[in-house]
């Protein structure tokens, strides 16, 4: 907690600036402070538009800074491949990817520091090695750089849609046409800050496509496969939402329609505790010499009994033979 008595001659300058010059921050990181309710005068919270009298006491309450590195900690991996430059493990569902947001340790990133020490300090500090993310509650395959030279290039694949990716979600309905393709922008809900919604590009919208196919269905529930060619936050279960099909167990952004599905089928829908999401396949470019390679990550137990459950299973496995042709290798 850090206090500070505004000077006579601070009168008539908005908190924000005055803060931002002497706390020496970015104006926007004040900002944020200040709209948390972590600034107050006399014990009321202000708004960054306050301007001061001069004489003010301000208390702002600084959260303290990131460990800039993660602790290893030992933990159970699930290893699909592993060498020199890339380690490719199978995310269960629940297990957060990366420290950040109050959690500090029994994330992936941990785990994979006690595994491979040598992937601290590839490419950030807090993330090592993540060139890319699963949500917390999605399960599947999920590449790791440990070394410079793939962090670089991977992070350059994923950026440039070189790499495949391939998801099998449960919904609820029967989507029309049977597959497709949803082009929608997604950007920050204005209303909650923590969720993802269809946007304009005017509003803050980039620019999200997802492919899909339905695979199986039953009364009310589809089993799709997708792929998504941009790699948007909650990409695919913001756009099953927007089309009309959410994803069952999505705490987010679901919908109860289970209860108006077959009497066998609603126990299982309810008390299904994730969003029934699972990250297939994944094929990354030629790296270090190598061609393109594509890793699988099977379906998980609670997924596969949820399917067999509604009547979905005949869509398990994949069918291989309708694989991507392998992205262009990495130069």
Not at 25 to 53: D, E, F, H, M, W
Request: aromatic content about 4%.
């Amino acid at each position: 907690m850090t206090s500070i008595e505004a000077p006579a001659s601070a009168a008539g300058e908005r908190i924000d600036v005055y803060l931002a010059r002497v706390l020496d921050k970015p104006r926007n990181r004040v900002q944020n402070l200040i709209r948390r309710g972590l600034v107050t005068a006399g014990g009321s919270p202000l708004k960054p538009s306050y301007v001061l009298r001069g004489g003010e006491e301000i208390v702002c309450r600084l959260p303290p800074p990131p460990a800039k590195q993660p602790l290893a900690e030992p933990g159970p991996l699930s290893v699909i491949h592993e060498d020199e430059n890339l380690l490719v493990v199978d995310k269960p569902a629940g297990l957060i990817v990366h420290p950040g947001s109050g959690v500090s340790g029994g994330t992936l990133v941990n785990m994979l520091l006690h595994h491979r020490p040598g992937i601290a300090g590839v490419g950030s500090a807090e993330r090592p090695g993540i060139v890319h993310r699963l949500d917390a509650g999605t399960s599947g395959v999920l590449a790791v750089a440990c070394s410079d030279a793939a962090y670089r290039r991977l992070s350059r694949a994923f950026a440039e849609r070189e790499v495949d990716k391939v998801y099998l979600a449960v919904v609820y309905g029967r989507p029309e046409p049977l597959q497709g393709q949803i082009e929608l922008p997604i950007g920050r809900d204005p209303a909650v800050r923590t969720r993802m919604a269809v946007r304009s590009a005017a509003r803050g919208g980039r620019p999200a496509i997802s492919r899909y196919r339905l695979l199986a269905e039953a009364p009310g529930l589809s089993l799709l496969k997708l792929r998504i060619l941009t790699g948007r936050t909650h990409q695919i279960r913001v756009h099953c939402k927007a089309i009309g099909h959410p994803l069952v167990g999505d705490p987010t952004y679901g919908e109860s329609r289970w209860r108006n599905l077959e009497p066998s089928m609603r126990r299982p829908l309810r008390e299904f505790p994730r969003p029934a999401l699972h990250a297939l396949r994944l094929t990354l470019p030629g790296f270090a010499g190598a061609p393109s390679r594509t890793f699988t990550a099977p379906v998980p137990g609670d997924l596969r009994t949820l399917c067999q459950a509604c009547r979905l299973d005949q869509g398990l496995p994949i069918d291989r033979q309708d694989s991507p042709e392998p992205p262009a290798a990495l130069a």
